[in-house]
C-alpha cells in the first residue's frame, strides 16, 4: 500500500510565499514522475507543475517563473515553492506520483490535498 502525504499549505497574503512538500511512503520499488495538481471551486483539477525522474521539469504556463518544483529521490518526497502568490493561486493542491510497489506496476497515486488560500 501507498500514501501520499502532502503539508505547507495555508492563508497567505497575495505576494507571499509557500513551499509544499508530498512524501510517498509504503511498499515502494520505484517512484516515476511526481507532480502537483490544483483545484479551485468550480474548476476542474489542472497540472500545476511535473518532475520526471531524472530531473526534467514542466509547469503549467500560469505559474512559470513563479512557482519551482523539485524532488528528493532517496527520500520519496517532492516539493513545490511558490512565490509571488495571487488570489488566483487559491486552490486546493494534490500530489501526484507514479509508483511502483513490490507486487504491482506503476500506477498513478493522489495525495488527500492541502488548502492554498490567498488573500488580496
Known amino acids: 500500500q501507498v500514501q501520499l502525504v502532502e503539508s505547507g499549505g495555508g492563508l497567505v497574503r497575495s505576494g507571499g510565499s509557500l513551499r509544499l512538500s508530498c512524501k510517498a511512503s509504503?511498499?515502494?520499488?520505484?517512484?516515476?514522475?511526481m507532480g502537483w495538481y490544483r483545484q479551485a471551486p468550480g474548476n476542474q483539477r489542472e497540472l500545476v507543475a511535473v518532475?520526471?525522474?531524472?530531473?526534467?521539469?514542466k509547469y503549467a504556463d500560469s505559474v512559470k517563473g513563479r512557482f519551482t518544483i523539485s524532488r528528493d529521490r532517496p527520500e520519496n518526497t517532492v516539493y513545490l515553492q511558490m512565490n509571488s502568490l495571487s488570489p488566483e493561486d487559491t486552490a486546493v493542491y494534490y500530489c501526484?506520483?507514479?509508483?511502483?510497489?513490490?507486487?504491482?506496476?506503476?500506477?498513478?497515486?493522489w495525495g488527500q490535498g492541502t488548502q492554498v488560500t490567498v488573500s488580496s
Open positions: 518532475i520526471t525522474s531524472d530531473g526534467n521539469t
Open positions: 501526484n506520483a507514479e509508483i511502483a510497489t513490490m507486487t504491482h506496476r506503476a500506477k498513478g497515486y
Open positions: 509504503g511498499s515502494i520499488f520505484y517512484v516515476d514522475d
